[in-house]
């Protein structure tokens, strides 16, 4: 018989089959990955360089989300390569889930004019490529890093500090998600990195009970 927590794993599973409302629930990693690239739905695509699609562990069991990408990611086409990067690489580390073991995306693939947020029909024609990507991963948990993009992820105006501490499901796939600081704000706020670390530690409890 299967445990109890298995069973929770199964339903969420079934759960995230079949993606309502997204067009790209059909495509292969390659066939997302060519779509994103030439993306013309918003025009974030007349100012980017190029597009950040993400980067990993396809089979990862955790996966890391953020808001947009920022200059250096712009510049080199790959998510968190900038300092914020540099720290989230140490706070993965340091939860012995180093960067190559996850896999890591971003709410918006187009780097949005001097970091402004991102605007809500900006999110709204990435949102499918995102869910895709969650899909096809199917990550045992979801860290998303900042208030923006968890209240994008979990279709929310709530503050972070009500978001941290919590489990919560991603909309369409039912994936377990936790919140935490993004890595730009703790080098701004140091002293918040205990916190930071906390929701680390939470992030672990919730994905082991989902694990594969
Ligand atoms: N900040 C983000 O949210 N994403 C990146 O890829 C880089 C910085």
Not at 5 to 25: F, M, Q, T
Not at 185 to 194: G, S, T, V
């Amino acid at each position: 018989l299967p445990s109890p927590l298995e069973g929770r794993r199964e339903e969420r599973l079934g759960a995230g089959r079949g993606v309502r409302g997204s067009s790209c629930s059909h495509l292969s990693w390659d066939e997302l990955r060519a779509t994103v690239q030439s993306c013309t739905r918003c025009d974030l695509a007349k100012t980017r360089t190029q597009t950040v699609f993400g980067t990993g562990n396809q089979q990862a069991v955790w996966m890391v989300i953020g808001e947009a990408p920022g200059a250096e990611e712009d510049k080199q086409g790959l998510p968190f390569v900038g300092k914020a990067g540099q720290l989230l690489n140490n706070m993965l580390a340091a939860i012995g889930m180093p960067r190559e073991t996850v896999y890591i995306a971003n709410v918006l693939k187009c780097r949005p004019p001097n970091n402004r947020d991102p605007k809500p029909d900006e999110a709204a024609n990435c949102r499918g490529y995102l869910e895709r990507q969650i899909e096809l991963v199917n990550p045992a948990l979801i860290l998303v890093v900042g208030r923006i993009a968890a209240q994008n992820m979990l279709q929310t105006d709530a503050p972070l500090a009500r978001l941290r501490g919590r489990e919560h499901l991603a909309p369409v796939s039912r994936t377990p998600v936790v919140v935490t600081y993004h890595p730009a704000y703790l080098l701004r706020q140091p002293a918040d990195k205990r916190k930071a670390w906390q929701d680390l530690l939470f992030a672990r409890e919730v994905a082991a009970r989902y694990v594969r």
